[in-house]
């Protein structure tokens, strides 16, 4: 029969406090969310165009990719956070480095380079007479090319320099021509001998070798080769595929899968973790961020695989009731909906 795992209070707060101790690397690209809200009761007809601009009023900012995932733990308060990436000497770098510096985050192992495009999704948000905000089309600035090797060089030193005596390394792989390359895969694989390593990867998690990987139920699927496409599979079966992808890997795997859980796989078994149950209007845009900053952050503070995934459920849980934005969870909001869910059973 299938295992359960259902935290503490105490427990929840024992892990909230053991994260002042845990030293976290992440290695992924830190973009730039750019959100830019036109107020279209000021716009006129243009007189060159038959079109009505778009006046912007006001324009947000956030980190997006990998560094929602720096984001997320730095307001887990750990105790040290080492951002390692790459990011361009353009006008969205610029802002990605200013963020970066106002906030107090360590940059030394952040990258420049001429020869890089910072990823940015700059989302149009058009506000009218009612309160309804409209979003046009993304306009999205991506890396195109292949690092060059010169970079990707100096990138492995950098990681490196910062795996050596870190707790955990967590891993945010999702940009197609990104900073993760097939050359620092391996030497992600090569570090995974020696510490803690959990990578979320959408494309490439059956590259990496000794990690703990987190797809979904159906990108794990796709990993063991099984096609669940036409399949109405159970928790059970979810958890046969989750055992599979640990024994080909020879090491623990998660499997994510939605508003039913997560599970943690590994030479003891297969263990869920329920997800907090959300009720009313919901936005899981960067809940998986949140849930791999808070798991690999407890996991590094000594928690066990299945407590930190439980305790990343939580934080999702905080996360997905923030509307319009890629929110954060710390320790304090973590608990208060560990209580709000779990105190009245």
């Known amino acids: 029969m299938l295992k359960e795992i259902k935290l503490s209070k105490q427990r929840v707060e024992e892990i909230n406090n053991s994260l002042k101790n845990v030293h976290v690397v992440t290695i992924g690209d830190i973009c730039l969310d750019y959100y830019a809200y036109a107020d279209m009761k000021i ?17 947000i900012f956030a980190l997006g990719g990998g560094g929602n995932v720096v984001n997320n733990i730095n307001t887990l308060r750990v105790g040290k956070l080492t951002p390692v990436s790459i990011i361009g ?8 480095e200013k963020y970066l ?4 985050f360590d940059t030394s192992h952040i990258i420049k380079s001429n020869n890089f495009t910072t990823t940015c999704y700059l989302k149009p948000m058009r506000t009218g007479i009612s309160k309804v905000v409209y979003e046009d089309p993304r306009l999205d600035f991506e890396n ?13 030193n950098q990681i490196d320099d910062a795996c050596r005596d870190c707790d955990v ?13 097939a050359r620092v895969r391996e030497r992600i694989n090569y570090w995974a001998k020696y510490k803690k390593v959990i990578v979320d990867s959408r494309d490439h998690a059956s590259d990496y070798d000794g990690v703990i990987v987190k797809p979904n139920e159906v990108e794990a699927a796709i990993i063991i080769g099984k096609d669940i496409s036409n399949l109405n599979l159970t928790i059970d079966d979810y958890a046969q595929i989750g055992k599979q992808l640990h024994e080909k890997n020879k090491c623990p795997a998660i499997v994510t899968l939605g508003e039913l859980g997560a599970l943690w796989c590994d030479d003891d ?22 849930f791999l900053s808070a798991l690999a952050s407890a996991y590094g503070a000594g928690a066990s695989g299945a407590e930190a995934i439980a305790y990343g459920n939580i934080a999702s849980g905080v996360t997905i009731k923030k509307i319009g934005m890629t929110g954060t969870a710390s320790q304090e909001e973590i608990l208060n909906k560990f209580k709000e869910y779990y105190e009245h059973d």
């Open 43 to 59: 716009s006129e007809l243009s007189r060159e165009t038959p079109h009505h601009p778009l006046p912007i009023v006001k324009e």
């Open 89 to 96: 000497n353009d006008w969205r770098g610029f802002i990605v």
């Open 101 to 104: 510096n106002d906030y107090g």
């Open 144 to 156: 195109r090319s292949t690092l060059n090797s010169e970079d990707e060089e100096r990138l492995i």
């Open 169 to 181: 390394i967590a891993v945010s792989d999702q940009v197609r021509c990104g900073i993760v390359t």
């Open 269 to 290: 078994g297969e263990t869920l973790a329920p997800t907090i149950k959300a009720t009313g209007e919901i936005d899981i845009c960067g809940a998986g961020d949140t």
